[in-house]
T-cell receptor, first 113, second 114 residues
Framework: GENVEQHPSTLSVQEGDSAVIKCTYS??????FPWYKQELGKRPQLIID?????GEKKDQRIAVTLNKTAKHFSLHITETQPEDSAVYFC????????????FGKGTKLSVKP | SAVISQKPSRDICQRGTSLTIQCQVD?????MFWYRQQPGQSLTLIAT?????????ESGFVIDKFPISRPNLTFSTLTVSNMSPEDSSIYLC???????????FGPGTRLTVL
């Protein structure tokens, strides 16, 4: 079946450093790739997303890149801050349905002051 | 963004009983989605609920265990039936944003089954 793999499962960086989280997907029909941030006890919050007709998208300190050929997409956080500490999930749509998402297993990011 | 509320926010239930979770959205949406997040795990789609039709369930989830209602374009319920401790999870509803270009999650219902 369809699958999304996410690496690493944990990531620890110093404040100010960059963090990169990578995902691969298996469904060739996937065309929507959101990233969610989940703080402890809270709902997943959409932080950035990208569609298959775009290779890169940036929003302040956060960027996402997509390589459709290789079925890879990555989240880049620059100038990390302690408040960036959370679990980050990547997801890929099942086909064209952006609500029907297959999630990666998550990356626990810790930013040390 | 869409404003989504869920009731209850949390509950502790005895095995063998059922719990109905409500999801309310502040705008009309075509599709609503129900996800499960087991402790320390990722999110898994249970089913997609369209108004006026039967819900579509993902592999591993069945209607008898997770019946869903979708009486109108702003509301849905998910029932967890005949609960066992393995059903202890956070259950979240999800909808598309007003411009149908993003996906938002409700605050979730934390269920503990004893």
């Amino acid at each position: 079946g369809e699958n999304v793999e996410q690496h690493p499962s944990t990531l620890s960086v110093q404040e100010g450093d960059s963090a990169v989280i990578k995902c691969t997907y298996s469904d060739s029909a996937s065309n929507y790739f959101p990233w969610y941030k989940q703080e402890l006890g809270k709902r997943p919050q959409l932080i950035i997303d990208i569609r298959s007709n775009v290779g890169e998208k940036k929003d302040q300190r956060i960027a996402v890149t997509l390589n459709k050929t290789a079925k890879h997409f990555s989240l880049h956080i620059t100038e990390t801050q302690p408040e960036d500490s959370a679990v980050y999930f990547c997801a890929a749509s099942r086909g064209g349905s952006q609500g029907n998402l297959i999630f990666g297993k998550g990356t626990k990011l810790s930013v040390k002051p | 963004s869409a404003v989504i509320s869920q009731k209850p926010s949390r509950d502790i239930c005895q095995r063998g009983t059922s719990l109905t979770i409500q999801c309310q959205v502040d705008s009309q949406v075509t599709m609503m989605f129900w996800y499960r997040q087991q402790p320390g795990q990722s999110l898994t789609l249970i089913a997609t609920a369209n108004q006026g039709s039967e819900a579509t369930y993902e592999s591993g989830f069945v209607i008898d265990k997770f019946p869903i209602s979708r009486p109108n374009l702003t509301f849905s319920t998910l029932t967890v039936s005949n609960m066992s401790p393995e059903d202890s999870s956070i259950y979240l509803c999800s909808v598309e944003g007003p411009r149908r270009d993003t996906q938002y999650f409700g605050p979730g219902t934390r269920l503990t089954v004893l």
